[in-house]
């Protein structure tokens, strides 16, 4: 198999997670009643592993890298498209190019950093005591 089909491949794979794991809000939505419910998510995660069928595939570590560049891009991701076309780097214009995966993870933009608000505010009700998860 060659470089490019290689890489296509793997683009393909990361593109069908993304949609699984869409499908799944559990996974990523801390406000959805079945967020913190370990046994169902687990059983989500060993889903998309079979539906994705490749063997020793870890779809729960392969979802970090998109979660994570979404998470730490937001802000760029949140811009209307062109709004970001330029950027000002040693006095000159440089084009900055868009993440392949940006259109499929705008339903994750909303919910980015959510739980860290949820923690903060539970914390601060709780008169800074962590209390114990459900």
């Keep these: 198999m060659s470089d490019q089909s290689s890489t296509s491949s793997q683009e393909d794979i990361k593109l069908i997670l993304i949609g699984l794991v869409r499908q799944n809000p559990a996974l990523y939505d801390p406000g959805h009643v079945d967020y913190k419910n370990r046994v169902l998510k687990d ?11 490749i063997p020793d595939f870890d779809a729960r570590k392969e979802w970090t890298t998109p979660r994570n ?13 062109g709004s970001a076309a330029s950027s ?23 919910l980015l950093g959510k739980h860290r608000e949820m923690d903060s505010t539970m914390h601060k009700s709780s008169g800074g005591k962590k209390t114990p998860a459900s």
Excluded: C, V
């Design 88 to 110: 000002t780097r040693s006095g000159g214009k440089r084009k900055r190019s868009e993440w392949q995966y940006a259109a499929d993870m705008q339903f994750l933009l909303p």
């Design 43 to 53: 059983k989500t995660w060993a889903e998309i592993n079979n539906d994705i069928g």
């Design 69 to 81: 560049y979404a998470n730490n891009h937001r802000d760029r991701l949140k811009m209307p498209s």
